[in-house]
């Protein structure tokens, strides 16, 4: 009886967990009247910064000498490879449908490109062009910790593999090669449409968000996330801005 009992909880709370996600999961409806928010990302007092790495394998497919990662790239005052975001959105216009599946290119033992987005619960297709061996290892960053999402080994040119990404809490992923340290690359993963990925002077534009208050944040995969609010009226323009 005692077991049985304690099945009969186990279940309710599995069930109870899983209509808390799907309460949760962003419904996409028709946006009438939106408003939209804008603004520039600054780099503030964040230099910009490059790691070397030294090429010490397989040098005819990767190349020689040092290979040179951007940590932070900046223009002027702005900050690049910035993504601006909404969260807590429960519903709103669709996800776009390029969103839903991301294409990661091996090259010449670099990830291509460096910075992309996918929609969560999007598909991952990673394809090995290069001759020669790479394994892609890709991240869950969860504020200091991070999570392992995907880790295959690609060991021939044409090899391609498909994966559906779902993060429990992040909003970004990490993407390594196990067998060559120089390559990376970072994948923001969004839970909306509300993102948007500034440009090379720092801006960026959100449209059709639907009057309200929302929490707004921009992330950066090497400086990490800072968090603001705004507030959007209908048919109106709010803007933000951030500093590092």
Same mark, same amino acid.
């Given at each position: 009886m005692?077991?049985?009992? %304690?099945? +009969?909880i186990?279940? =309710?709370? $599995?069930?109870?967990?899983?209509?808390g &996600?799907?309460?949760?999961?962003?419904k996409?409806?028709?946006v009438?009247?939106?408003?939209?928010?804008?603004?520039?990302v600054?780099?503030?007092?964040?230099?910009?910064?490059?790691k070397a790495?030294?090429?010490?394998?397989?040098t005819e497919v990767?190349?020689?000498?040092?290979?040179?990662?951007p940590v932070?790239?900046v223009?002027?005052?702005?900050?690049l490879?910035?993504?601006v975001?909404?969260?807590?959105?429960?519903?709103?216009?669709a996800?776009p449908?390029?969103l839903?599946k991301?294409t990661?290119?091996?090259?010449?033992?670099?990830?291509q490109?460096f910075? %992309?987005? +996918?929609?969560n619960? =999007?598909? $991952?297709?990673?394809v090995?062009t290069d &001759?020669?061996?790479?394994?892609i290892?890709t991240?869950e960053?969860?504020?200091k910790?991070r999570?392992?999402v995907l880790?295959?080994?690609q060991?021939?040119?044409?090899n391609?593999?498909?994966?559906?990404?779902?993060?429990?809490?992040g909003t970004?992923?990490?993407v390594?090669c196990?067998?060559h340290?120089f390559?990376h690359?970072f994948?923001?993963?969004a839970?909306?449409?509300y993102?948007?990925?500034?440009?090379d002077?720092?801006?960026?534009e959100i449209?059709?968000?639907p009057a309200?208050e929302y929490?707004?944040n921009v992330?950066h995969?090497?400086?990490?996330?800072k968090?603001?609010?705004?507030?959007?009226?209908?048919?109106?323009s709010?803007s933000?801005?951030?500093?590092?």
């Open positions: 005692k077991t049985l009992i %304690s099945a +009969m186990f279940a =309710g709370a $599995l069930a109870t967990l899983a209509s &996600a799907q309460a949760a999961k962003y996409e409806v028709a009438s009247g939106g408003g939209s928010i804008s603004g520039k600054s780099a503030g007092g964040a230099k910009a910064a490059t790495y030294t090429i010490s394998k397989d990767c190349g020689t000498g040092e290979r040179q990662l932070v790239r223009s002027g005052d702005a900050l490879d910035a993504v975001y909404l969260t807590k959105v429960k519903q709103g216009k996800f449908a390029g839903k991301l990661i290119n091996q090259k010449k033992c670099e990830f490109p910075l %992309s987005v +996918m929609a619960e =999007g598909m $991952l297709e990673a090995n &001759a020669t061996l790479h394994n290892h991240y960053l969860i504020k910790a999570r392992t880790n295959v080994s060991p021939e040119a044409g391609v593999v498909e994966k559906k990404i779902k993060l429990r809490k970004a992923m990490k390594e196990d067998a340290d390559m690359a994948v923001f993963v839970r909306n449409p993102f948007a990925v500034v440009n002077k720092g801006e960026y449209k059709d968000v309200g929490d707004i992330w995969g090497n400086l990490g996330t968090k603001g609010k705004v507030v959007v009226k209908g048919d109106a709010a933000v801005n951030f500093s590092y």
